[in-house]
């Protein structure tokens, strides 16, 4: 009977201290959990902007789970940010050898990667890592965009005009604008290296894409001044104030250069009166008109144009100060005095 109770006591015995073990067992955390907490710190670490407590804890989250990839990618990103970009690199090359990635993990991998190779200036390695991507997932628009940029940087602008066709298939949209800035830009590439013909191509191209493209016109008739053909080079700029009229006062001194080089400098009244029937409110136009007309000693015509533009647009101050000085040589102190009254409330309401 005693042994029986000495049997029975023991049996609890090892029951409780079972029980005890299980809880105690249940209590401990886990090295999972340990490492996603290690991960949130970091995060938290991250967003509050201290970087070096992030690194940490995304190091201790790694050294608990090694498939905590975004943990991985993160710390080579710190290490890049902070000057350690062949750290960051080797991290984030590592990680591409690894098979059990997943395609959105992968392509996050590349990513960084071309973020890495930028900043080392290895733009080349960095469109590699973009091709990369599009193997994963064609025409993804991040790397369209990214790619966009380092021709941008580089200076390629027939990349980077193909570049940006591409991206505006996916986007559905695109500015004629810009595409035709592209060939703008190459144009004057060529221009500054004495490749007239190219540049000329590359400018007529832009004009294609976008009429109103000003400066193509310019580089046009720049690149025509340099082969010493004067009136294909005021044909370019004539082509500017018919289509971009608005725009043309930018135009008008080499416009009046090149007349006065072929002898035909009377056109220039034609040419002014063109484009203010086309663009009523290019008021540059009118300025020139009237100066024209004093030249010529019609003083009263240049009164009365500046007279018609401040009736248009009475906050445009070279009309009233140009009015002010026909006033004054056409023996009309009153009505100048009036008009220079009229322009200094002009500025005191503006500064005030």
Known sequence: MEEL??????????????GLSFVSWRRKPKKGNDASADYAAGLNYLLAGDAAMALRKFRD?????????????????????????SQGIKIHRDLTARTTLTDVQRMQVFRSLVADYENSNRPDLALKMINKIWEIKQDDLWAKEKQLQIFERLEQWEDAASAYKSLSKIKG???ESKLASYRIKQGQKYAAENKGKDARLAFREAIKIDARATEAYIGLSDSYIQENRPQDALNALKKLTENASDKASCAFQQIKDLLYQIGEFGEIENIYNQVIAKSPENWEAYMQLAKLKVKKGHLDQAIEICQNVLQLNPDYKPAREQLIRYYHRDGKALLAVEQALALIDDNDSQSS
Request: hydrophobic residues 50%; proline residues 0%; aromatic residues 2%.
């Open 5 to 18: 109770k000495i049997l029975i006591i023991t049996l609890l015995g090892v029951m409780v201290l079972a």
């Open 173 to 175: 949209s695109s500015d």
């Open 61 to 85: 989250a790694v050294q608990k789970d090694t498939t905590n990839i975004d943990a991985y990618l993160k710390i080579g990103d710190i290490l890049r940010e902070n000057g350690k970009i």
